[in-house]
């Protein structure tokens, strides 16, 4: 199982960007995606997560508002679209796949993880 995420990059606060997570090796139309971020020296955190068909999502807090996940299935691939972009969502950002039906923040509950791609916000 491979999940592929990419997108990140440095931008200035205020700005937007898009995550992609493409994925390979599993049946992606089965399981229950989310984003996830850590930053230095803090635990790593759910951002948003997405289930099986689109119908059900779930957002931080702290992100509410300003991103949108969204997956499609006939690419294997799950988004997430960040605006309005702060210095504090500098991180890295990983995707992640869980077998469970519900959308779910425990990373515990993930089965399989992608090797995380670098948001950076500038102030």
């Known amino acids: 199982v491979q999940l592929q995420a990419s997108g990140g990059g440095l931008v200035q606060a205020g700005d937007s960007l898009r995550l992609s997570c493409a994925s390979s090796?599993?049946?992606?139309?089965?399981?229950?995606m989310g984003w996830f971020r850590q930053a230095p020296g803090k635990e790593r955190e759910s951002v948003a997560a997405i289930t099986w068909d689109g119908g059900s999502t779930y957002y931080a807090d702290s992100v509410k508002g300003r991103v949108t996940i969204s997956r499609d299935n006939a690419k294997n691939t799950v988004y997430l679209q960040m605006n309005s972009l702060k210095p504090e969502d500098t991180a890295v950002y990983y995707c992640?796949?869980?077998?469970?039906?519900?959308?779910?923040?425990?990373?515990?509950?993930?089965?399989?993880w992608g090797q995380g791609t670098q948001v950076t916000v500038s102030s």
């Open positions: 090796g599993l049946t992606f139309s089965s399981y229950t």
């Open positions: 992640a796949a869980s077998g469970r039906p519900l959308v779910t923040p425990r990373p515990n509950l993930y089965n399989y």
